[in-house]
T-cell receptor, first 113, second 112 residues
Framework: DAGVIQSPRHEVTEMGQEVTLRCKPISGHNSLFWYRQTMMRGLELLIYFNNNVPIDDSGMPEDRFSAKMPNASFSTLKIQPSEPRDSAVYFC???????????FGDGTRLSIL | AQSVTQPDIHITVSEGASLELRCNYSYGATPYLFWYVQSPGQGLQLLLK??????LVQGIKGFEAEFKRSQSSFNLRKPSVHWSDAAEYFC??????????FGKGTKLSVIP
């Protein structure tokens, strides 16, 4: 079975540009999570969706960040405008039931110059 | 609120030696507990999980973990470490929701 698929794997862009990260969850999973990982702050939950509906976005840093899940097989995380402090590895994960393990993608390494 | 503590930021062991990584959780009831491993440049991979029943859980790659309610612990163990086990290890707990609470991770280095 295919796991969680994220694209791109690497993104380098200049400050002020719009960045869009993409995620395809495992088929049949009804929960999707976006995380950010940095050396300083570790793994942070940004937002999670259940049945395509955002349930908790309290981890989204500020209005420059937005996330959507238009259908069960696709989600995006957008940063506009991007800033150097947004540089991190962004992970998407999915799960199929309450208290079940989350399955992670390989992440997008984002560098904002 | 739940919390997960991994007291050791970095551990170094010799290849072939035994390993124990510590994890403590705080939650009133029995949580659901997980261990993940992250190799450089990779996502988190599930090693094992505990939901209920037998408190000694077997996972992939020869790892096991023991749930001890009295100590609020879920320590990860391996009898003989291989160089390929060098990675970062995360303990996580969940309780009644889709969200997991992650520890800050323990980085494992293996000396040949």
């Amino acid at each position: 079975d295919a796991g969680v698929i994220q694209s791109p794997r690497h993104e380098v862009t200049e400050m002020g540009q719009e960045v869009t990260l993409r995620c395809k969850p495992i088929s049949g999973h009804n929960s999707l999570f976006w995380y950010r990982q940095t050396m300083m702050r570790g793994l942070e939950l940004l937002i999670y969706f259940n049945n395509n509906v955002p349930i908790d976005d309290s981890g989204m840093p500020e209005d420059r960040f937005s996330a959507k899940m238009p259908n069960a097989s696709f989600s995006t995380l957008k940063i506009q405008p991007s800033e150097p402090r947004d540089s991190a590895v962004y992970f998407c994960a999915s799960s199929n039931a309450l208290n079940q393990p989350q399955h992670f993608g390989d992440g997008t390494r984002l560098s904002i110059l | 609120a739940q919390s997960v503590t991994q007291p050791d930021i970095h551990i170094t062991v010799s290849e072939g030696a035994s390993l124990e990584l510590r994890c403590n959780y705080s939650y009133g009831a029995t949580p659901y507990l997980f261990w993940y491993v992250q190799s450089p440049g990779q996502g988190l991979q599930l090693l094992l999980k505990y939901f209920s029943g037998d408190t000694l859980v077997q996972g992939i790659k020869g790892f096991e973990a023991e749930f001890k309610r009295s100590q609020s612990s879920f320590n990860l163990r391996k009898p003989s470490v291989h160089w390929s086990d060098a990675a970062e290890y995360f303990c996580a707990s969940g309780a009644g929701s889709y969200q997991l609470t992650f520890g800050k991770g323990t980085k494992l280095s293996v000396i040949p």
